[in-house]
């Protein structure tokens, strides 16, 4: 008899009933990752530091009938990461997916560039991470029921950049941290721990790169396998896979979904 599980197989993608908390909810991908796990029938807690516009989504949201709340916190702050991850379990009794969408550059060359400025990217891109991942790691390890953690990083991770000694260094961090907390927690907690390394995708910062005509695009498209720049709803499959029991054996990996420009 062949092992592989009918009802297992049908139901391997689903995150119908989990609790999703997403960072950075405002943003151009934490706003369709938090719908897309509503659309996929998750409980979504949304926090940012933008209250006007966490309350935007969640009457979106509850327009179509998804159930989802906010909470405003910096991720950066311990207090504040900790009173999200309260203000999650008070609401929807536990966390069972985190996605750590939110993120920060300002490209400078390094001769330029003042430690401060360097060190609030290098706050808002590796030291949240981890704060962020540390305090919902506790709460799921509480729960005893492991967890699913997804963090975007960026290609960027794994290549340099004029001007981005702060973004490529933090982005690089989070993903070794990540496989260093898959290494703490997976075996342990049943706790998966995975970065996703999205190419440009369209959001307020990075339209300007999307005209066609441009050196910069045409620049991209030299690197760019799959023959265009992204949306963010290009990332909605991978999250929500390693957000399943689809990815039950995958820990610790900074997933390529650059669009093959890690590749070539
Ligand atoms: N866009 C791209 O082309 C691209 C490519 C590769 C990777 N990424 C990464 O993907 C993630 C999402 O990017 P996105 O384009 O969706 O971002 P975005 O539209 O610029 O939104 C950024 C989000 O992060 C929060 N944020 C901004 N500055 C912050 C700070 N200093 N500290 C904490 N939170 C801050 C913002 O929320 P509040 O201001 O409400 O707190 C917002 O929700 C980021 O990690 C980004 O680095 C983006």
Partial sequence: MVSVKKEFVQNMFSVEGKVAL????TGA???????????????????????????????????????????????????DVQAIVAATVEKYGEINILAVCHGY????????????????IMDADCKSVYIVLKYVAHQMVEQG????????????SKRGMAGYTGYCTSKGG???????????????????????LPTVFRSELTEWM???????????????????LAEPEDFVGYALFLSSDASNFITGSACDCSGGYLVC
């Fill in 22 to 25: 997403v960072t950075g909810a």
């Fill in 29 to 79: 991908l934490g706003k369709v990752l938090a719908k897309a796990y509503g659309y996929a029938g998750a409980k979504v807690m949304m926090t940012g530091r933008n209250a006007g516009k966490l309350q935007e989504l969640q009457d979106e949201f509850a327009a179509e009938g998804i159930d989802s709340a906010y909470v405003t916190g910096d991720p950066a702050k311990v207090e």
């Fill in 105 to 120: 550059n300002k490209p400078q060359n390094i001769l330029d560039q003042s430690v401060e400025d360097w060190q609030y």
């Fill in 145 to 156: 029921k492991g967890g699913k953690i997804v963090v975007v990083t960026s290609q960027r």
């Fill in 174 to 196: 989070a993903d070794l941290m990540v496989a260093s907390m898959a290494c703490d927690l997976s075996a342990k907690y049943g706790i998966n721990v995975n970065s996703i």
């Fill in 210 to 228: 999307f005209d066609e005509t441009s050196e910069v695009y045409k620049n991209f498209m030299k690197r760019e396998p799959i023959g265009r």
